[in-house]
């Protein structure tokens, strides 16, 4: 065989194996990225159940403490905003203040006895205590996908691929700042 033939095959060899290279990481990066979006729409799923749930919780308390319409309305308000919220970090911060207005509403009806001695409400509050355990855990099964398709986007030769094809790192859900300390509800 010629010297020139072997060239052009060693060429077309080397051809090969790049397109090949960018293939795999191109698919893998749309694997991981399509893992990580599906995790989120489970979470996103998940809150909707609890924010579903959560109109049939303010009517129950709104019979029996209507002075505590403020507290209400931060429920509803955060609900609206998780509603209007366009990206990841936006929908995971909304998500964090409807749950703190959440939890100072529960430590307003824990102060009812009307309201927590209901059937109704006692099965909202196993609805959402349920619902509350789901979110948990697709927040932890979206963070894990989001955290592995970061690093993979962010791994050598991944990185150049991820930036040639617009890939970006996704957010992640966190506890809201505050989270650490329980809500303060005051009675005057």
């Given at each position: 065989?010629?010297?020139?033939?072997?060239?052009?095959i060693?060429?077309?060899?080397?051809?090969?194996?790049?397109?090949?290279?960018?293939?795999?990481?191109?698919?893998?990066?749309?694997?991981?990225?399509?893992?990580?979006?599906?995790?989120?729409?489970?979470?996103?799923?998940?809150?909707?159940?609890?924010?579903?749930?959560?109109?049939?919780?303010?009517?129950?308390?709104?019979?029996?403490?209507?002075?505590?319409?403020?507290?209400?309305?931060?429920?509803?308000?955060?609900?609206?905003?998780?509603?209007?919220?366009?990206?990841?970090?936006?929908?995971?911060?909304?998500?964090?203040?409807?749950?703190?207005?959440?939890?100072r509403?529960?430590?307003?009806?824990?102060?009812?006895?009307?309201?927590?001695?209901?059937?109704?409400?006692?099965?909202?509050?196993?609805?959402?205590?349920?619902?509350?355990?789901?979110?948990?855990?697709?927040?932890?099964?979206?963070?894990?996908?989001?955290?592995?398709?970061?690093?993979?986007?962010?791994?050598?030769?991944?990185?150049?691929?991820?930036?040639?094809?617009?890939?970006?790192?996704?957010?992640?859900?966190?506890?809201?700042?505050?989270?650490?300390?329980?809500?303060?509800?005051?009675?005057?």
């Open positions: 065989m010629k010297k020139s033939v072997k060239i052009i060693a060429v077309a060899l080397v051809v090969v194996i790049l397109i090949a290279l960018l293939a795999g990481t191109y698919n893998g990066l749309v694997n991981a990225q399509a893992n990580a979006e599906a995790a989120f729409s489970n979470v996103e799923t998940q809150l909707q159940r609890r924010f579903d749930l959560v109109p049939n919780l303010v009517e129950t308390v709104k019979g029996a403490a209507a002075h505590e319409q403020n507290i209400i309305n931060s429920v509803t308000e955060a609900r609206a905003k998780y509603v209007g919220a366009g990206s990841v970090s936006e929908k995971a911060q909304a998500a964090g203040e409807f749950s703190s207005a959440l939890s509403l529960m430590v307003v009806v824990e102060n009812y006895p009307t309201i927590t001695s209901t059937q109704s409400y006692i099965a909202l509050q196993d609805e959402l205590a349920g619902t509350e355990n789901r979110i948990n855990i697709a927040r932890q099964d979206y963070n894990a996908a989001a955290t592995e398709y970061n690093k993979k986007i962010r791994t050598f030769p991944n990185v150049i691929f991820a930036g040639m094809f617009g890939f970006e790192q996704m957010s992640l859900f966190e506890a809201t700042s505050g989270a650490e300390t329980a809500p303060q509800v005051s009675f005057q």
